[in-house]
């Protein structure tokens, strides 16, 4: 079983963070459909201090439990009273990222960046371990910044030694952003460091897994205690808990068949419009709508002919209630043939 410090996970099967994707209602979602834990997506530590994202956190209560808060950031100091804040306002576990590749985000030295700077970063898992109290603090990270810097290894040390409870390795540098394919045996060589220097804590192994196979593919080849899933999930709540149950049965959940998976995705639909207002969340749900419907075309389960039509619906129509029909008739079967 895998635990982040005193927290046991139902199953090693993770919903990524992912600024824009994985809201509240989305991480309320997965985590009911059998993820063994989801992460808030990321919040700048300035910004919370500051107050702009508190309103944000103050929602988090239904996401999924243990309450993870990522944090970004490059000031020891900041990050520190942002775990604070944070704490405060319920997280359980917080998340330092060292993985956002993003130009904004490394820019400022955070996210992936740090990972240039072993000694800024030491001092920033330090300054939270601290200011987390015992809480648990978790360290998410790429390969390195680039090929001739592939320092996960060393950068996972380091943060076994300030005493995190879990590392998760994206297997790409900062360099490849999302292009490649991710690393699985690269991430074996941080599981192999951390183990030889007698630390037991939870390894997730990260990047392109999108199925069971290659979830069972990316743990024999890292040697990882779980995984983490990201833009495979877009659309698809019940992905991982599904990979979850064909990893280790009776642990996750069934597949949903595709009057279930509509259904899903209408209660997914009314909890965004419900949490960010209609405007905004028949906005922020498109990019689900159009996962799924990519994904159901792909399996048949849509004729060519209303799918066109559903497009035109999930990504044109401002209307909530127009939305919820077409998933309504999809998931009573009467315009699908699955
Ligand atoms: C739209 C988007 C937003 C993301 N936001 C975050 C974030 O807020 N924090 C973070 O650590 N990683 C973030 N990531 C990276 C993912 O958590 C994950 O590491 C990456 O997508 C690789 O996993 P995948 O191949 O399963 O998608 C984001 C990725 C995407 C595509």
């Given at each position: 079983m895998l635990h982040i410090g005193p927290h046991a996970l139902r199953n090693p099967v993770l919903l990524a963070p992912m600024a824009g994707v994985t809201d509240v209602p989305f991480r309320a979602a997965a985590a009911r459909l059998g993820a063994g834990l989801t992460i808030a997506e990321m919040a700048a530590g300035k910004e919370l201090l500051e107050g702009r994202q508190r309103e944000r956190l103050a929602g988090e209560k239904v996401g999924g439990r243990p309450f993870v808060v990522q944090l970004a950031g490059h000031d020891a100091v900041l990050m520190a009273r942002a775990t604070e804040v944070a704490l405060a306002h319920g997280a359980q576990v917080i998340d330092i990222n060292m993985g956002c590749p993003a130009k904004m985000v490394t820019g400022k030295l955070s996210g992936a960046a740090l990972m240039r700077d072993p000694a800024l970063a030491r001092t920033i898992v330090e300054a939270v371990m601290a200011a987390a109290g015992g809480a648990p603090v978790t360290v998410k990270m790429r390969l390195g910044w680039d090929d001739a810097r592939r320092n996960a290894a060393e950068i996972a040390l380091m943060a076994a030694d300030a005493g995190v409870a879990?590392?998760?390795?994206?297997?790409?540098?900062?360099?490849q952003f999302y292009t490649g394919r991710a690393d699985w045996r690269a991430v074996g060589g941080v599981v192999r460091a951390l183990r030889h220097a007698g630390h037991a804590i939870p390894v997730i192994v990260n990047g392109d897994i999108v199925d069971a196979p290659t979830a069972r593919a990316a743990l024999a080849q890292s040697g990882a205690d779980g995984v983490m899933i990201g833009r495979a999930a877009t659309g698809r709540p019940w992905l991982p808990g599904e990979i979850a149950e064909s990893l280790a049965p009776g642990h996750?959940?069934?597949?949903?068949?595709?009057?279930?998976?509509a259904a899903e995705l209408m209660r997914l639909h009314a909890d965004m419009v419900a949490f960010h207002g209609e405007a905004v969340g028949v906005r922020r749900a498109r990019k689900h709508l159009k996962a799924a419907l990519t994904h159901w075309r792909a399996a048949g389960a849509v004729p060519v002919d209303d799918a066109a039509r559903l497009r035109e619906v999930f990504l044109r129509s401002e209307s909530a209630a127009e939305v919820q029909d077409a998933l309504s008739a999809l998931a009573q079967g009467s315009r699908a043939a699955a």
């Open positions: 879990m590392v998760t390795v994206h297997g790409r540098t900062r360099r996750g959940i069934a597949p949903l068949p595709f009057d279930r998976q």
